[in-house]
């Protein structure tokens, strides 16, 4: 059963039978997740709408209520801190915008979200968001977070999670590097309030680029990588003591999740600044 509707999809997954296919898929998902969903191919992605927010996918039948969409981000990276009405906040590491979706539902139209993606496909999926629902808080920028302004490459893995500038080495995908100080400067942004950062290993650098900015920064999550070193990768992934030693000479106060089941959510780093507090 499941191969032939696999086979009537591929069929209709295309110009002239997306409009059938839209309808069927609306009517199947509103029946299963028993809420209104309209879904329809629009802007290059089926879009998955509901009330309040527009999911964009890249194929038909991977489509998730925007509760879900966000429910992860919310339990790892705001465990600590959740942002507030006015907050600014940075997304480094924002892949196809789950975080920053939820970021910008959260400061409102006062606060501000910036977003940094440096792979281009899944920077495309970011601003597809953005674009789709009107986050007119959110900017987009298509860069990586370095300790200097330049060239690095990107991986390029299907699994977008897990691409990284960390060892590419030039054989990925050219992408431009900056200081995140220095985007902060030409935004006119002098404070953060929260700074979220998951970029497979590459922290430390971007860390480093931050300059006098982290000593004005509220609150932190950074994701570190050190149980990819402890499963045989590079020793360069092993950021967590390097990234809590910043942090503390900084004034942040500093709490982790060794009890979670998980050695990645382990490796999360979660910061107050107690000399803003």
């Known amino acids: 059963m ?14 002239g ?3 059938l296919l839209g309808a069927v898929a609306s009517l199947w998902y509103s029946a299963r997740r028993r809420r209104p969903c309209l879904v329809r191919w629009q802007d290059g992605a089926w879009v998955h709408r509901y009330r309040g927010a527009a999911i964009p996918h890249r194929r038909l039948g991977e489509g998730v209520h925007f509760s879900a969409f966000t429910a992860e981000a919310r339990d790892i990276f705001l465990y600590e801190y959740e942002p507030r009405q006015g907050d600014v ?7 196809i915008g789950a975080e920053t979706f939820l970021f910008s539902r959260l400061v409102g139209r006062s606060g ?17 968001l953005c674009r789709l629902n009107g986050l007119t808080n959110v900017v987009p920028l298509q860069v ?15 699994d977008h999670v897990t691409n990284t500038v960390l060892g590419a080495n030039g054989e990925g995908i050219p992408v431009r590097a900056r200081r995140l100080d220095d985007i902060a400067m030409e935004l ?6 929260f700074l979220k950062m998951n970029i497979e290993g590459a922290e430390r650098e971007a860390l480093l680029g ?3 900015l982290l000593a004005a920064t509220r609150h932190v999550c950074i994701a570190c990588h050190d149980f990819l070193a402890e499963r045989g990768g590079p020793e360069r992934m092993r950021t967590k003591a390097f990234v809590s030693d910043l942090l503390l000479d900084h004034g942040f106060s500093l709490t982790s999740r ?9 490796d999360y780093i979660y910061g107050t600044n107690s000399r803003l507090t």
């Not at 990586?144 to 299907?158: V, Y």
Request: charged share 30%; aromatic share 4%.
């Open 112 to 128: 501000r979200v910036v977003s940094l993606e440096p792979h281009p496909e899944t920077h495309a999926w970011l601003s597809r």
């Open 89 to 95: 906040v940075f997304d480094v590491g924002a892949g």
């Open 188 to 193: 006119g942004i002098t404070s953060i309030d």
């Open 144 to 158: 990586a977070a370095a300790d200097a302004d330049g060239q690095l490459s990107i991986s390029d893995i299907d």
């Open 17 to 19: 039978g997306r409009l």
């Open 210 to 212: 931050t300059g006098q």
């Open 2 to 15: 499941a191969r032939v509707r696999q086979a009537i999809r591929s069929r209709l997954d295309r110009p």
């Open 258 to 266: 060794d009890d979670a089941p998980d050695p990645w959510t382990r």
